[in-house]
Each structure stands twice: as structure tokens, then as C-alpha cells.
């Protein structure tokens, strides 16, 4: 408790050595998974006679707690990491089955592809060889005077990474249009990718739906440069779906479909000033199949960037008015992306795509995570197995029978900052007894060999 500030560290010693609530109090964080910023309800339950079984009056603060079910792991770890759980299962279970689709699945033609945005000016990036960033001899500058060179290594945590060399040349409307249709670009390639597919195998579209499926799910990440990137797993099923194989497609088929598609799809700008908008030149694709631990890392790794959000380019959670962009600890290089997304928004155009609403996110208005209807389960039904899960497991839920509630709304958040600094430190524990878990039975998992 040492680097707490005295008060906070004063009041929650008092919490937890003098406070007759606090039983009770650590029973409905555990309940929560420790949630950072629970939702607080009032209220109590009745049963079919009208006598009253249950009142938050006698609850620590008069109120019950109940999880936040936040995704973002910047706003609540806790509830983060459950959602990332379910999204593992939810994407593990179209590798190798499980969760209603059949084992056979980890054998049907499947890729893990990376779709990236196109170059909107130089930055300073970083070389897996290690190399320098833009060696340049000659003394070459933009035309606003910048050096074009740049001589460092850069690491993944240099603030440099994804800053443009020169401010001014960055196309920041252009990255803005490109990040706001992105999602639409995306629609658009899983429709080409069948098209593709079907040149691929020599078959009309309509032949190709009676012989094959594409089912899919991805996830967005934003990079440093501040242009986003889709992963997406991509799998080929049979026309009734994952409960047969495509008979006669190999993977280098689906390869092959996925970087035409890749390479032709594009969406029209929304006026004349605007180019089309469509996928860079990189894009990598590693097959998948047969279950193990390529199964494992993909479905891990697209879990993982389901609970990020803007962290990469500065963390911001909320809409962002253009006299505020002055006062946030982000980057020159986020500063401008807010700057002309406000700039932009009185173009008539641009409108519907509603840019200054959305310049926290860099223009983005999409979903993170999207699947296709045949990939799996949902996230819906993972969620109703775990409720009814935890009502058979819980000793004190009401017996059986008609019974009316009542609650409302009290607040959300915890009631001092003394006890949202005991919870984080209570939910690092939490995590880490968790780790510790999962290593001991890892060797006992199938799905992790």
C-alpha cells in the first residue's frame, strides 16, 4: 500500500480491519470478478405471497452490486477478461469444434489473414530485422523542410512509432474517410472473396453456393500510424455449413480467392476529392487447420485485440469536442486526426459519416468484432450458459416459484477512489492465482497442445 496516497491507504485499512460489512462486501466483489465500475441497484424481491425475501437495505451502502460486462480492458480489466474468455470460446469452437459445431471443422480449408490500410504518408516504424528506420543519404526534405531520413531503431515502445515524418504531409482526411469506410470495405471483400472463389474452382456464384460456404470472424486493431487492421479467420465449409467439408477445395484455393478478392475490392469515396478507398498492398495469410496450438494462438490472439480499443494511439474512450484536442495527453499526430475530423464535418458529404462523433476512435464507427451467422456459437448463448450456470451454483437463490422484484438505478462506479484502488489491487491477485491455474492445468488441456 506503500505508493497509495495516505488517505486512501488510511481508509482502506479502516475497510478491512474495522468495518463489520466487509465480508460482505468482498462476497459481492467476487461476485462481480472484482468490476472496476459496477453498476449499483436498489431494491428487493418479493414472493408470490407478497412477504418481502431480500432488500439491498441490508447490504453494504444499501445497494447491490452487479458487473459492468465492459469489453475494453482500459475501462474494466475484470469484466474485459470475461468477455475475452467467451470470445476465445466463441472462436476456438469454429477451429476445432465444440459449442454445437462438429470436431470435424479443424479440417476444413481455413486461413488466418491480416488486412491492412494503405500508406497515407511516411512514419517512423519498426524493422523485424532490426534495421534503421528511413536511412536516406543525401539530405533529402519534404517540401515543408523535413528531413525524410531517419537513422534510429526504433523499439515497440518508442513514442516515435507510427508518428509521421512530416506533420503536414500526412493525409489525415484521407486516413479519417479510409478508417470510416473501413468497415464497409470489409462487407465488401467477404462478397468478393466468394466471387473470387468461384473463378478459382472455374463455377458460376449460384454453383459455388451449392458446393461451398465461407463463414469467417474478425477482429480490428488499430495501429500506431493510427489506420486500422483487420484479422480475420476465414474457414470454408460445406454448403450445409461446418457439419460437412468442401469437397475438392484445397487451402491454397481459399489463399488464392482471399488475395484476389483483396485486390479488388474497393469502396467509391464520398465525393470527388476522395479516391476509393481500398486495402494496402500488405497482406498476410497463414493457413490453419487440424486443430493444436496454431488453433490455440490464433483464437487467443483474436481474443485478445477484441478487448483493445484506441490504446495504441492514446486510449480515448469518449467523444472528443475540437477545443478539448488541445488538452489531452495524446500525440501532435492524434491531435490532428480530431482537428480534421472537426474540420471536416461541416462538409455536406461527409455528413452520414458523422466524423466528429467518432474522433476519439479516429473515424472508426464500426464494430470491433463481427463474425459470420454458420463460424460458431454466439456470444449470446455463452452468456445465458454462464447465468444459468451460476444460478444452479448459487446455495442462496430463491427456491423455486413465482416472485415479483423491484430495483432501480443507484449509480455506477465504486463509492470512493479508496475502494476502486482496493479492488484493482483485490483483482490483480485475482488474476494472478488465475495464471497460476491455468499453467498447472494447461498440460491436462487438448485444446492448448
Known amino acids: 500500500m506503500s505508493q497509495l496516497e495516505p488517505d486512501i491507504a488510511k481508509e482502506i485499512a479502516w475497510r478491512i ?28 424481491t418479493f414472493d408470490q405471497d407478497g412477504v418481502l425475501t431480500y432488500s439491498t437495505a441490508v447490504e453494504p451502502g444499501g445497494v447491490l452490486l452487479k458487473a459492468c460486462g465492459n469489453r475494453r480492458e482500459a475501462i474494466c480489466p475484470p469484466c474485459s477478461r470475461t468477455y475475452k474468455g467467451d470470445l476465445w470460446q466463441l472462436v476456438i469452437a469454429g477451429l476445432i469444434g465444440g459449442k454445437g459445431v462438429p470436431d470435424a471443422v479443424a479440417y476444413h480449408p481455413m486461413v488466418f489473414a491480416t488486412f491492412t490500410a494503405p500508406s497515407f504518408g511516411a512514419v517512423h516504424g519498426i524493422h523485424a530485422s532490426g534495421d534503421r528506420c528511413r536511412p536516406r ?84 486493431e488499430y495501429q500506431k500510424r493510427g489506420l486500422l487492421h483487420f484479422h480475420a479467420i476465414i474457414r470454408l465449409d460445406g454448403a450445409e455449413g461446418p457439419i460437412n467439408l468442401p469437397d475438392g477445395i484445397s487451402t491454397a484455393k481459399l489463399e488464392n480467392a482471399i488475395r484476389r478478392a483483396a485486390q479488388g475490392v474497393s469502396v467509391p469515396g464520398p465525393s470527388g476529392d476522395f ?55 495524446v500525440s ?17 458529404e461527409l455528413a452520414d ?39 444452479e451454483q448459487d446455495a442462496n437463490r430463491q427456491s423455486a416459484g413465482e416472485h415479483r422484484s423491484m430495483w432501480e438505478f443507484a449509480g455506477s462506479g465504486h463509492a ?8 484493482a489491487r483485490l483483482a490483480t491477485e485475482q ?12 498440460t491436462d488441456d487438448p485444446r492448448s497442445r
Not at 466487509?22 to 441497484?41: D, G, K, N, S
Not at 470512493?416 to 479492488?423: F, G, I, K, T, W
Open 431 to 442: 488474476e494472478r492465482i488465475r495464471r497460476i491455474a491455468v499453467v498447472e492445468r494447461r
Open 137 to 220: 543519404r543525401g539530405g533529402d526534405r519534404c517540401e515543408h523542410g523535413i528531413k525524410l531520413a531517419c537513422w534510429r531503431s526504433h523499439n515497440p515502445d518508442d513514442a516515435k512509432c507510427g508518428e509521421p515524418i512530416c506533420l503536414d504531409c500526412f493525409d489525415y482526411a484521407g486516413a479519417l474517410i479510409w478508417n470510416a469506410l473501413a468497415p464497409e470495405l470489409w462487407r465488401r471483400t467477404t462478397i468478393y472473396i466468394r466471387r473470387a472463389l468461384a473463378v478459382e474452382l472455374g463455377l458460376t456464384a449460384a454453383a459455388l453456393s451449392r458446393k461451398a460456404r465461407v463463414s469467417f470472424l474478425k477482429v480490428a
Open 416 to 423: 470512493s477512489r479508496a475502494d476502486l484502488a482496493l479492488v
Open 17 to 44: 480491519g474495522n468495518d463489520a460489512r466487509w465480508t460482505r462486501w468482498r462476497e459481492q466483489l467476487e461476485q462481480t470478478r472484482y468490476c472496476h465500475r459496477p453498476v449499483r441497484l436498489r431494491g428487493a
Open 332 to 348: 501532435d499526430h492524434v491531435r490532428r486526426f480530431i482537428a480534421t475530423a472537426h474540420e471536416l464535418a461541416s462538409r455536406n
Open 353 to 391: 459519416l458523422r466524423l466528429p462523433k467518432v474522433a476519439h476512435q479516429l473515424g472508426f464507427r464500426g464494430h470491433w468484432t463481427t463474425k459470420s451467422r454458420r463460424y460458431s456459437t454466439t456470444m449470446g448463448a455463452l452468456r445465458e450458459a454462464r447465468k444459468l450456470f451460476a444460478q
Open 275 to 329: 479516391a476509393e478507398i481500398r486495402w494496402g498492398d500488405e497482406l498476410d495469410i497463414s493457413p490453419l487447420g487440424g486443430g493444436g496450438k496454431s488453433a490455440n494462438r490464433a483464437a487467443a490472439y483474436v481474443a485478445k485485440y477484441a478487448t483493445k480499443s484506441t490504446e495504441a494511439v492514446g486510449g480515448l474512450t469518449r467523444s472528443v469536442g475540437a477545443a478539448q484536442a488541445s488538452k489531452l495527453p
